[in-house]
Structure formats: structure tokens, C-alpha cells
Nanobody, 128 residues
Framework: QVHLVESGGGSVQAGGSLRLSCAVS????????MGWFRQAPGKERENVAV????????AYADSVKGRFTISQDSAKNTVYLQMNSLKPEDTNMYYC?????????????????????WGQGTQVTVSS
């Protein structure tokens, strides 16, 4: 059974930084895409960043480009989201997700509904 567990959320002031972690277990596919998504109450879940774990350039939402960085540690089966220069509008519940993919997968075209496995989420709150 696949499990994704997020951690690292918290409360920070605007301009601060946080690093989210997503530990993956039980995933048998060797090639996968991992994504970070966020959702505010009453709103749709939206893309933040997606990475193909076998290489290539990640895809970022325009709202986080230059501020957020997605990365991975294959040995630890963990994906990270480094969030810098945080803004109050970044306040959301953040989720990580996984799905099988390969080199031809268009990361920018992936949407939350394309992902099969999800974590429980971690809250990020940015105060002004």
C-alpha cells in the first residue's frame, strides 16, 4: 500500500521560508511523477510544482516561480518543496501526490485529478 506523509508546515511571517517534506513508501513503480499542490477552504486544489523523479526540469505554477523549488532525495524516497519569500497568499493546505510517468509526460499539463496517491496535507500559514 502506498503512503505519502507530508511534514514541515507551520506559521511564518511574510518573507520567511519553509521546507516541506513528503516521504513515500510502498510505491512499486520505478518511474514516477511527484507533485506539490495546495488548496484553500472552498477553493479548488491547484498545482504548485511537479517533478519527474528520473530527471528533467520540474514544472512550476507561475505564482511560485523563482520562490519555490521542488527537489528529491531518491535514497530517502522523499520529495521536498523549498518555499522562500513567502507571501500571505501562499497560506494554504499543501499536499503531495504521486503517479506513474515517464520522460514524455508533459509535467505542465498534469492536474490534481491525474494523480493517484495523496498525502494527508500540511498547513502553511503566512502572516503579513
Amino acid at each position: 500500500q502506498v503512503h505519502l506523509v507530508e511534514s514541515g508546515g507551520g506559521s511564518v511571517q511574510a518573507g520567511g521560508s519553509l521546507r516541506l517534506s513528503c516521504a513515500v513508501s510502498g510505491y512499486t513503480y520505478s518511474r514516477k511523477c511527484m507533485g506539490w499542490f495546495r488548496q484553500a477552504p472552498g477553493k479548488e486544489r491547484e498545482n504548485v510544482a511537479v517533478i519527474y523523479t528520473d530527471g528533467g526540469s520540474p514544472a512550476y505554477a507561475d505564482s511560485v516561480k523563482g520562490r519555490f523549488t521542488i527537489s528529491q532525495d531518491s535514497a530517502k524516497n522523499t520529495v521536498y518543496l523549498q518555499m522562500n519569500s513567502l507571501k500571505p497568499e501562499d497560506t494554504n493546505m499543501y499536499y503531495c501526490a504521486a503517479r506513474p510517468c515517464n520522460f514524455v509526460t508533459n509535467l505542465r499539463a498534469l492536474r490534481p485529478t491525474d494523480f493517484h496517491y495523496w498525502g494527508q496535507g500540511t498547513q502553511v500559514t503566512v502572516s503579513s
